[in-house]
């Protein structure tokens, strides 16, 4: 009997937002509340943990069964500290690989660390963007410029956050990727620390603040802290 595979349920998260926005801050909230593995790229080297790795060295700790298990198991939280070359081969690894499934992967200011493959139809993370869902791939990007964001990724994307854009073309970016749903006049409407998210499948938008006790919750050692 001849049967259709259908991709899994993924959420693709793509954030947009100047500097000094709190973009970081929503992130980590972001990645806490997925509940899921993850692996976060650190190429500017901003995010201390207690579990970071070259890319050699999340190569060999994938290939220890206990480690892999254990990553899955409890959820755990890796940050990798890469190059270019680097993040385009770790996206060819995800989808290659049977070791990787079900795990959220989150880059922070995605075009500065794409560099030259986000405009790469060739490279791995292509690949990843359109069809990582049938591994079972959550993704969490941040951007400054709507103008670098890969186009493959806008079109793959589920759920944006925008602060208050201040670049120069960035409401026309808005106004022709979410046609219809106003997008652009909310966006004049928000405060510092705010952020409009906007559901792009159900066609629906509403009006997120960040809070500065969020930093509590993820600097402690007790059950909320970012594990």
Partial sequence: ???????KIKTFITVIA????????LCFFLIKSQNKPCIVFDTAHQFDHDLIMSFEEFI?????????????????TIVLRTTEKQINSFFE?????????????????IDLALQSARVNNDSGFY????????KNFDLITTCRNTANIPKPLIAQTDFFYFSDLIEKGALTFVDETLKGMNVSEDLDA???YEFLVVDVNNKDKWTLKTDISWLDYFNTNDEGALE
């Fill in 190 to 192: 928000l405060e510092q």
């Fill in 60 to 76: 060999n700790a994938f290939n220890d069964t206990d480690f892999r298990e254990s990553f899955y198991t409890y959820k755990k």
């Fill in 93 to 109: 690894l995800l989808m290659k690989s049977t070791k990787f499934h079900d795990l959220l992967v989150f880059v922070d200011e």
């Fill in 127 to 134: 690949e990843f963007i359109n069809r990582g869902r049938h």
């Fill in 18 to 25: 100047r500097s000094g926005a709190g973009k970081t801050l």
């Fill in 1 to 7: 009997m001849l049967k259709i595979v259908m991709g």
